[in-house]
């Protein structure tokens, strides 16, 4: 049979057929209007009503509604989820109905708020209230937004964040231009201008994208270039990123400066140290969940960094990496680390860590640093190292320093796992030498807990003094050991409440016979020497230990041989507020004419000391001298007159008192180390 006769036979049929094209046709699906809105507001629980609605058959058919109104959740404080002035979207059924795939939503005027409470209710999961916390069935592949507002609010965070987009043609570039005031290409048309707030912290930007974003679980990239600012905090990227709703991807450049590191825990919930101001550059990518950042270089403060970090979400901590080179590092940028106040900081209290909660602690807690003080009191937040696990290394080439410390390099290894933290190894080159550390820091309890063990190898004694000191013209290698514990969430805290004992000795090394003369009141030797030139004498071994209890140390060995005196001491510090009280006694091994034998008292603050002589001895001598000198004026050398009670001390014993290794021991007495240091 042919189709021409097909009318002809089954004239019903062809009417049919003709009522259903033009039913599909002229069919109204308002109709449907109120059936819908019924259905929706039942099964949600909410009020769902719409002004015009209209369907696109296919297999993927297209649904377009007007006017749309969605009440929100009975337990929010705002009225309505969503009001729309018109609403696109098509679905797919060969999804239905396990889920519900939207694989695209185009919206017109839009004012749409998500809300998500902290026991992980969401108002646009529309299960049942008892069963609302389970994931949602339904996705959004695509979104385009024209002239709308978006809010969202996480009650859990907290975090908060109000959207503005608003689209224009991206061929009129003359209008178009970025934060920069620079024209953005035709990638870009679709502009967003955003605020909020994260854990108490508030930011303001803005974005441009393209026309469509890629929502949810597509892991199709979509172009992005945008700016916030947080505070003092600047982050520019511009690259491409995959799924605005829960990104999946990232491959952007970034770059990020503000006043100090620190700024950024409310947002990253890193418990980075307070820093001078910085500026980071670098290549971002997520892929799962690892962000890694390649190429990183910058400066913070006036120190250069480069080199790579990454950040990997996991339970029940995330991890934080990093290997960082510096070809000059500052030595100032690393004080507000710790909390030293340095001239850089231009009379301003060093930022502690604690301070950087938010805005109102900080101003609460900025006041002034004592100026009589030493020892850091910028005070570590200990609840940030519970929060993250980090393996970061920093290997300094060059250190420049803003007093005159012989500090030449840095080489640390931070590791921090469960609350403990381990700085090991923690090495700078010394004066020739070398300062070896094991640091732990355990934060499980609100007071930090810090175990300190310090290691002084090899260091040169010409190199601890200014270059045109009479010292300088000698040399030695000194080696120390320090072996502290204490608890308290800042060094000045720590430091006063610490046990452990401190120990030094030095062998095989020359001194100014001037600075020996000196030490010991010796008037006939140091004309002498004035007079016709001054010499290097031998130190035969030094050595001094301290024990510390509750931030009080107290000498228990304190003796300084050379070949002509023997310098005995005692004496104690405290850690607590600071001061010292050390009294050197001199016991010169030669006899000599002049001698003002007499103990010099050392004491004062750290940071001010000072020095005095003991009166008694020294007016004992000279009234003596006074008396003879009425009789005959030879008779009133002989106070004076020196029986050298000195003796040679046990260098041996000496460094074995100290307390320095054994290995430190061999490395002071071999006489090659002294030709080594200078010695000739």
């Known amino acids: 049979m042919s189709l021409s006769a097909f009318p002809r036979r089954h004239p019903i049929l062809v009417a049919i057929a003709a009522a259903l094209i033009l039913l599909i046709i002229l069919f109204d699906w308002n109709w449907f209007r109120h059936p819908l809105e019924r259905y929706i507001s039942n099964n949600t629980q909410r009020s769902f009503t719409i002004s015009d609605l209209h369907v696109r058959l296919g297999l993927t058919p297209t649904i377009r509604m007007r006017d749309v ?102 061929g009129k570039q003359e209008a178009v231009k970025d934060a920069d005031a620079k024209p953005v290409n035709n990638r870009y048309s679709t502009r967003y201008v955003f605020k909020g707030s994260y854990h108490g912290a508030g930011f303001s930007g803005s974005a441009l994208s393209g026309e469509v974003l890629s929502f949810q679980a597509s892991g199709v990239p979509f172009p992005l270039k945008g700016d916030l600012v947080a505070g003092t905090t600047k982050l520019s990227v511009e690259g491409t990123i995959a799924d605005a709703a829960n990104i999946t991807a990232i491959d952007t450049q970034l770059k990020i400066q503000g006043q100090t590191l620190a700024n950024l825990y409310p947002f990253l919930l ?117 929060k993250i696990d980090a393996d970061v290394t920093l290997v300094a080439t060059k250190l420049e320093v803003p007093i005159d410390l012989p500090l030449e390099s840095m080489n640390a290894s931070l590791h921090l796992h469960d609350a403990v933290m381990k700085l090991t190894p923690l090495e700078f080159g010394f004066a020739g030498g070398k300062i070896t550390s094991e640091i732990t820091l355990d934060a499980r309890k609100p007071t930090i807990s810090t175990d300190a063990k310090v290691d002084f190898r090899g260091i040169r004694v010409d190199r601890l003094v200014p270059p045109d000191s009479k010292i300088a013209q000698g040399a030695g290698l000194l080696g120390a050991s ?70 009080l140390g107290k000498s228990n060995l304190f003796v300084v041989d050379t070949e002509q005196t023997q310098i005995l001491g005692e004496g104690m510090f405290n850690l607590k507020n600071e001061q010292f009280d050390l009294t050197l006694t001199p016991k010169p091994k ?89 010695v000739k």
């Open 69 to 170: 109104y969605f009440s929100n959740a009975d337990w929010s404080k705002e009225d309505a989820m969503a009001r729309i002035e018109q609403v696109e979207f098509s679905v797919s059924l060969r999804d239905l109905p396990g889920k519900v795939l939207i694989p695209r939503v185009a919206l017109t005027k839009p004012d749409l708020i998500f809300e998500q409470m902290k026991d992980k209710r969401r108002n646009w999961t529309f299960n049942e209230p008892t069963d609302s916390t389970e994931p949602s069935k339904l996705r959004i592949s695509t979104l385009s937004v024209d002239q709308g507002r978006l809010r969202f609010l996480d009650h859990g965070q907290p975090f908060d964040i109000d959207v503005q987009a608003s689209t224009f043609d991206p």
């Open 270 to 386: 890193l418990p980075l140290p307070a820093s001078p101001p910085y500026m980071l550059q670098g290549h971002l990518v997520l892929k799962g969940n690892r962000y890694g950042i390649d190429d990183l270089n910058g400066r913070i403060g006036s120190t250069d960094v480069r080199g790579s970090a990454a950040y990997v979400e996991k339970q029940p901590r995330p991890l934080l990496t990093a290997d960082l080179r510096s070809n000059k590092l500052h030595v100032a940028d690393l004080g507000p680390i710790v909390g030293v106040q340095t001239k850089e900081s231009a009379g301003k209290p060093p930022l502690s860590q604690a301070d950087t909660k938010n805005a109102p602690t900080a101003q609460a807690k900025a006041t002034q640093v004592d100026p009589d003080h030493l020892l850091p009191a910028g005070s570590f937040d200990g609840s940030r190292l519970q």
């Open 482 to 551: 320090l072996q502290i514990a204490g608890t308290g969430n800042s060094i000045a805290d720590a430091a006063g409440k610490a046990d452990g004992r401190v120990s030094a000795a030095i062998s095989n090394g020359r001194v100014s016979n001037l600075l020996d003369a000196a030490s010991g009141l010796n008037g006939g030797k140091v004309l002498k020497l004035l007079a016709g030139g001054d010499k290097t004498i031998l130190v035969n071994c030094g050595g001094m230990a301290f024990d510390i209890k509750d931030g």
């Open 590 to 678: 030669n006899m000599g004419i002049l001698s003002l034998r007499t103990p010099v008292r050392l004491y004062g603050s750290f940071k001010q000391p000072d020095f005095s002589l003991d009166k008694g001895p020294l007016l004992a001598r000279a009234g003596g001298a006074v008396a003879l000198l009425t009789l005959a004026p030879l008779a009133a050398l002989l106070p004076l007159i020196e029986t050298g009670p000195g003796e040679n001390s046990d260098c041996r014993r000496l460094q074995a008192s100290s307390g320095v290794k054994e290995a430190e021991k061999q490395a002071l007495t071999k006489p090659s180390s002294t030709k080594k240091a200078g």
